[in-house]
């Protein structure tokens, strides 16, 4: 295998991500020893319902920006084109009934809880099944969370996967923890920022070692990887408009709209219209997100001329 494919972290690249880890819990000591040092369940769960709009929006888009799209989203690129990329459409829609309908409920009632709302609404039962089923869903997504850096750490460090799994799970527990949700929010504000710097160096770097952004552009060309419109109304194509952009919002609003992780970073604005603000703030950013995904698939194509499984991946047909 050619040795420019086997790198592996150098003392730099080990001591930026132990910095990177240590902010994290830096964030989280920091709000375990100011304010009302997380004595109450007002400060701990709510943040006191203190927080303005813009820390609010970044731990949104960094809530669902794990690492399952920000490595599967190039993967999907990577493999079948840009198509994918008409998810996009789905975010206005996605986010404005949000911000109009569930929201204002929601802030009014005065609540902690999404599922709190399901019990005023309909009855304990209705509520209890709620939060059974959303218990179950995180702890399959966070799974796949948590997993998925921790693999792409043994790939470039030869850490053992479940050493990854152990590190990256104790730092997240310990910040949120002794900080409670300010905590999660800041350092949410401060991944964020690395995420988005982390998308663009590598498709800077990337776009050097093809030769050049017009180089990356024919080979990208020449692979069939740029998609138009599709509006191929059957429902068992892989992606189309109708898939994307129509059936996207529901997943928005299954994302945003519900889902207790979005409710609470909400919950915790100032106000009312500080929370709203929140939402429509998201939209560039996540739109700014998308749109290197994509490219950083693109560029991924370009690199290695669509081998289906580029020769650095391990031999499972994993594209990173």
């Not at 050619?2 to 001591?15: E, G, H, N, P, T």
């Not at 927080?51 to 949104?60: D, G, H, K, T």
């Not at 921790?150 to 050493?163: R, Y």
């Not at 419109?229 to 919002?249: A, C, I, K, Q, S």
């Given at each position: 295998?050619?040795?420019?494919?086997?790198?592996?972290?150098?003392?730099?690249?080990?001591?930026?991500?132990?910095?990177?880890?240590?902010?994290?819990?830096?964030?989280?000591?920091y709000?375990?020893?100011?304010?009302?040092?997380?004595?109450?369940?007002?400060?701990?769960?709510?943040?006191?319902?203190?927080?303005?709009?813009?820390p609010?929006?970044?731990?949104?888009?960094?809530?669902?920006?794990?690492?399952?799209?920000?490595?599967?989203?190039?993967?999907?690129?990577?493999?079948?084109?840009?198509?994918?990329?008409?998810?996009?459409?789905?975010?206005?829609?996605?986010?404005l009934?949000?911000?109009?309908?569930?929201?204002?409920?929601?802030?009014?009632?005065?609540?902690?809880?999404?599922?709190?709302?399901?019990?005023?609404?309909?009855?304990?039962?209705?509520?209890?099944?709620?939060?059974?089923?959303?218990?179950?869903?995180?702890?399959?997504?966070?799974?796949?969370?948590?997993?998925?850096?921790?693999?792409?750490?043994?790939?470039?460090?030869?850490?053992?996967?479940?050493?990854?799994?152990?590190?990256?799970g104790?730092?997240?527990?310990?910040?949120?923890?002794?900080?409670?949700?300010?905590?999660?929010?800041?350092?949410?504000?401060?991944?964020?920022?690395?995420?988005?710097?982390?998308?663009?160096?590598?498709?800077?770097?990337?776009?050097?070692?093809?030769g050049?952004?017009?180089?990356?552009?024919?080979?990208?060309?020449?692979?069939?990887?740029?998609?138009?419109?599709?509006?191929?109304?059957?429902?068992t194509?892989?992606?189309?408009?109708?898939?994307?952009?129509?059936?996207?919002?529901?997943?928005?609003?299954?994302?945003?709209?519900?889902?207790?992780?979005?409710?609470?970073?909400?919950?915790?604005?100032?106000?009312?219209?500080?929370a709203?603000?929140?939402?429509?703030?998201?939209?560039?950013?996540?739109?700014?997100?998308?749109?290197?995904?994509?490219?950083?698939?693109?560029?991924?194509?370009?690199?290695?001329?669509?081998?289906?499984?580029?020769?650095?991946?391990?031999?499972?047909?994993?594209?990173w």
């Amino acid at each position: 295998m050619d040795a420019a494919l086997q790198k592996r972290f150098s003392a730099l690249d080990y001591v930026i991500f132990a910095l990177l880890l240590a902010t994290s819990l830096a964030i989280g000591l920091y709000h375990a020893l100011s304010g009302g040092r997380q004595r109450t369940t007002q400060e701990f769960l709510m943040a006191d319902r203190s927080m303005s709009c813009l820390p609010v929006s970044l731990s949104l888009i960094a809530s669902f920006q794990s690492a399952v799209a920000i490595i599967g989203v190039p993967g999907e690129i990577y493999a079948h084109g840009t198509q994918y990329w008409f998810i996009g459409c789905s975010y206005v829609l996605g986010l404005l009934l949000p911000a109009h309908i569930f929201i204002p409920v929601l802030y009014r009632l005065r609540i902690s809880s999404a599922y709190q709302y399901l019990e005023l609404r309909f009855s304990k039962a209705v509520r209890i099944c709620g939060t059974v089923t959303f218990i179950f869903q995180t702890v399959v997504y966070m799974g796949l969370c948590v997993y998925t850096p921790a693999f792409a750490l043994n790939a470039v460090t030869g850490f053992e996967i479940w050493a990854a799994v152990l590190a990256i799970g104790l730092v997240c527990t310990l910040y949120t923890t002794i900080g409670g949700l300010k905590a999660v929010i800041w350092t949410d504000v401060f991944q964020t920022a690395v995420m988005f710097a982390g998308q663009l160096a590598v498709i800077v770097v990337g776009v050097q070692k093809t030769g050049g952004a017009s180089e990356v552009w024919r080979k990208v060309r020449e692979g069939n990887r740029i998609a138009g419109l599709d509006l191929n109304p059957d429902p068992t194509e892989r992606h189309t408009f109708w898939t994307l952009g129509v059936g996207g919002v529901f997943l928005m609003l299954s994302l945003y709209g519900v889902n207790q992780s979005q409710v609470q970073r909400y919950l915790s604005a100032r106000s009312e219209r500080e929370a709203v603000r929140s939402v429509y703030m998201v939209f560039p950013p996540l739109q700014l997100s998308l749109a290197l995904s994509c490219v950083m698939g693109l560029v991924m194509f370009a690199r290695y001329c669509g081998e289906e499984s580029p020769r650095w991946a391990p031999p499972t047909g994993t594209l990173w």
